[in-house]
């Protein structure tokens, strides 16, 4: 073999073990590409996976378990990127950029300022719900006197003591300030007309208190609060103002009745006709003979009025005086105001009450009322 075969051999097998060394190279490096793109799939869908869940986790409840409400405000003109910082610092919800991408997601907006009751069991969802419907004026912190149906005065003092920084001496002395009464009656002259003629009434405002629920923050002074009270009784009446104008009875004597049948009854049915008892017993000058009136006269708050009790000197005694007494013994409420106004027409003269079933039973006689009393009050 010559000199130049031998190098067109060596020539050609080196280009055959470079070719396959070239070939070897271009397959490693196929499968090192072909292992990263899985690794980067892997990578992609991995992180995709893990992001589904981690968003999905970030929309979930705080504490379904946990169902308490959180008062939180949103002031007017919040962002939704103060609002998420709001929520997320009250703990109901778990991210606040999750909570601001999820927004622009669904193309949410509209959120009302104002207060909230949420929980960190509501879900996104349900919080954005409440955010677009809307929120309270006022906060459900702010402290609150509730005056119960058939409150004296001096009860009503005990509860203002409880929820304010006014005492119930504070509350008795501002309620028997003469200038405080005649800005009151100047205010409210067709409320207090008849109450100013009134003789030997122990509390001017007794029974003028209207029984609700009243805001009593720390920017109300007390006369504010009392003011308010009086404000309701005058917006409940002004619908009967003129129907009571036709009748026998001014206002003052109308609210003396319902504190009556207020602590007397329990359904307005029965009220009325309470309501006729006591002023069938007037027109035939017999004494109301109601226990409410003992009570009141003595000052105490007792399940039985003895026969002792019934002998206490004064005018708000009707077991010892005949009418109406000298005014209301009770802060009444609408229906027994109803039921003063327009009574049932009735011949009764006599009422018992069951007080387990509260049931009352009536009777036209005397002997009527004893055979009933036996029955349903005497009955153990």
Not at 337 to 365: C, G, W
Request: charged content about 30%.
């Amino acid at each position: 073999m010559s000199k130049k075969e031998r190098f067109k051999t060596n020539f050609m097998y080196e280009n055959e073990e470079l070719r396959a060394i070239r070939k070897k190279e271009s397959k490693i490096t196929r499968n090192i590409v072909r292992l990263f793109a899985i690794l980067f799939a892997v990578i992609v869908i991995g992180g995709g996976v893990y992001g589904y869940y981690y968003v999905s986790n970030s929309l979930k409840p705080v504490d379904t378990k946990q169902t308490q409400t959180v008062e939180v405000e949103i002031p007017a003109g919040s962002s939704v990127k103060q609002i998420a910082k709001i929520l997320e610092d009250n703990k109901l919800i778990r991210n606040s950029k999750i909570f601001n991408f999820y927004i622009k997601f669904k193309n949410v907006a509209g959120f009302k300022a104002g207060f909230y009751q949420l929980s960190p069991s509501m879900d996104i969802d349900q919080i954005l719900g409440q955010l677009a419907d809307g929120g309270k004026d006022k906060s459900a912190n702010v402290a609150k006197v509730v005056v119960r149906e058939g409150e004296t005065l001096t009860g009503i003092a005990e509860e203002v003591e409880k929820s304010t920084k006014y005492s119930k001496e504070d509350f008795m002395n501002k309620v028997q300030e003469q200038g405080f009464i005649d800005q009151l009656v100047q205010k409210f002259p067709r409320l207090f007309k008849d109450a100013q003629k009134a003789q030997n009434v122990r509390y001017f405002l007794e029974g003028y208190l209207y029984p609700a629920t009243y805001d009593a923050d720390e920017s109300k002074t007390l006369q504010m609060i009392i003011e308010e009270m009086v404000a309701k009784t005058d917006s409940i009446l002004s619908k009967y103002y003129a129907k009571i104008s036709q009748g026998d009875y001014n206002v003052h004597e109308i609210l003396t009745m319902a504190s009556l049948v207020e602590k007397e009854g329990f359904k307005l049915e029965d009220r009325q006709k309470i309501a006729s008892v006591f002023y069938n017993r007037i027109k035939k000058n017999m004494m109301l003979q109601t226990d409410i009136s003992v009570l009141y006269a003595l000052g105490e708050h007792k399940e039985v009025v003895t026969l002792k009790d019934l002998e206490v000197n004064s005018p708000y005694n009707l077991y010892k005086y005949r009418g109406l007494g000298p005014g209301p013994f009770n802060s009444p409420s609408e229906e027994a105001i109803l039921a003063a106004i327009d009574p049932a027409q009735t011949d009764y003269e006599y009422f018992v009450a069951d007080i387990q079933t509260k049931e009352v039973y009536f009777a036209k006689t005397y002997e009527e009322h004893l055979a009933l009393k036996a029955k349903y009050v005497d009955k153990e």
